[in-house]
C-alpha cells in the first residue's frame, strides 16, 4: 500500500538554526499538508500546498516557515532560526483530490530545538 | 476553521467494555471526520461524515453525525487492547487543507 514517508525520522538542532523537513507524498496525490502536534496537544494545520503554491496556512505559518517541491517528489518545509517552542513532531499528508478530506499521514519527524 | 470541544479528555476501559468519544461544536459543521492516532504513531484517517444524521459503521466502530450537524460520535462496541490510541474529530468548511482537530480522546484498555 503506498505511503507518505519522511525524513529524518528525529531531528535536534540548536535555537536559531534553520531546518529542512522531507516528504515524499503519495505519487499520484496533488495536495499536500504540513501539520504540528507539541507533546501532547493536539494536531495543528500548518499550511496546505497545491500546483506549487501555497493553498492555505495557518497562523503558526509565519514568515519563519516556508514549503517547497523542489523537484516531482519531494515536499520540504523549511523552519528558519528555529525557536525552543518549535519543537514537535512535525507530520506531512497528502491526498488525491481537493474534496477528499480523507489525508494520509506520514510517520512525522520529531524535531527538538536546545 | 471552526472550533469543536471533544470529550472525555481520557477514558480507561476494561477490556470487552464499550467506549464513546463525542465531539461538540456551538455551530453548524459541513462535515467531520474521525482519525486515529496510536501511541508514538500518526493520525490515521477512519470516516467522514457529510450529512445530518448519518450513521455509519465499521465493524466494532460506530459513527454518527447529529440531525443538527453539530456534534458527532464515535462508538467501539466491546473494546480490545488494539483499540488504544488517542481518537480525533477533524472538521472545517470548504477549506480542505485548514481542518480543525478536536483535542483527542485518550482511550486506554486494560486486559
Known amino acids: 500500500e503506498p505511503e507518505v514517508t519522511q525524513t529524518p525520522s528525529h531531528q535536534v538542532t540548536q535555537m536559531g538554526q534553520e531546518v529542512i523537513l522531507r516528504c515524499v507524498p503519495i505519487s499520484n496525490h496533488l495536495y499536500f499538508y504540513w501539520y504540528r502536534q507539541i507533546l501532547g496537544q493536539k494536531v495543528e494545520f500548518l499550511v496546505s500546498?497545491?500546483?506549487?503554491?501555497?493553498?492555505?496556512k495557518s497562523e503558526i505559518f509565519d514568515d519563519q516557515f516556508s514549503v517547497e517541491r523542489p523537484d516531482g517528489s519531494n515536499f520540504t518545509l523549511k523552519i528558519r532560526s528555529t525557536k525552543l517552542e518549535d519543537s514537535a513532531m512535525y507530520f506531512c499528508?497528502?491526498?488525491?483530490?481537493?474534496?477528499?478530506?480523507?489525508?494520509?499521514f506520514g510517520p512525522g519527524t520529531r524535531l527538538t530545538v536546545t | 476553521g471552526q472550533q469543536v470541544m471533544q470529550i472525555p479528555q481520557y477514558q480507561h476501559v476494561q477490556e470487552g467494555e464499550d467506549f464513546t468519544t463525542y465531539c461538540n461544536s456551538s455551530t453548524t459543521l459541513s462535515n467531520i471526520q474521525w482519525y486515529k492516532q496510536r501511541p508514538g504513531g500518526h493520525p490515521v484517517f477512519l470516516i467522514q461524515?457529510?450529512?445530518?444524521?448519518e450513521v455509519k459503521k465499521q465493524k466494532r466502530l460506530t459513527f454518527q453525525f447529529g440531525e443538527a450537524k453539530k456534534n458527532s460520535s464515535l462508538h467501539i462496541t466491546a473494546t480490545q487492547t488494539t483499540d488504544v490510541g488517542t481518537y480525533f474529530c477533524r472538521t472545517g468548511g470548504t477549506s480542505y487543507g485548514k481542518l480543525t482537530f478536536g483535542q483527542g480522546t485518550i482511550l486506554t484498555v486494560h486486559p
Open positions: 461524515l457529510v450529512k445530518s444524521g
Open positions: 499528508a497528502s491526498s488525491a483530490i481537493q474534496s477528499s478530506y480523507e489525508q494520509y
Open positions: 500546498f497545491y500546483n506549487n503554491e501555497i493553498s492555505e
